[in-house]
């Protein structure tokens, strides 16, 4: 007997938003997470008990990682620290 797997797409905020999302929807999707993760990257709460701060990096990638999922989430985060992009977007 044959069985059939099937595949299903996790459900994100941006398959919900956009089912019929293509290339350049994506690409656009991408570069804009991208920028939102190297904005948040300016700015820090530094915590009176721990000598460590909070970056708003981090707020950021697990938003964009919920929002538009692992592939278009992991794809922000990497053109983020791409040779040649601004030094404010590193870690």
């Known amino acids: 007997m044959d069985e ?3 595949v299903q797409r996790a459900e994100t ?3 919900v938003a ?3 999302a293509g290339l350049r929807t994506d690409a ?3 570069a804009l997470a991208a920028g939102l993760i190297a ?3 300016q700015f820090s709460i530094a915590l009176p008990f721990t000598p460590v ?5 981090t707020f950021s ?3 964009i990682g919920a929002s538009l999922g692992t592939l278009r989430g992991g794809r922000a985060r990497s053109c983020t620290s791409l040779p040649g992009s601004p030094p404010w977007g590193q870690c």
């Open 18 to 20: 956009l089912p019929r």
């Open 4 to 6: 059939v797997a099937v």
């Open 13 to 15: 905020l941006t398959v």
């Open 39 to 41: 904005a948040s990257a």
């Open 53 to 57: 701060p909070i970056a708003g990096q």
């Open 28 to 30: 656009v999707l991408v």
């Open 61 to 63: 990638v697990l938003l």
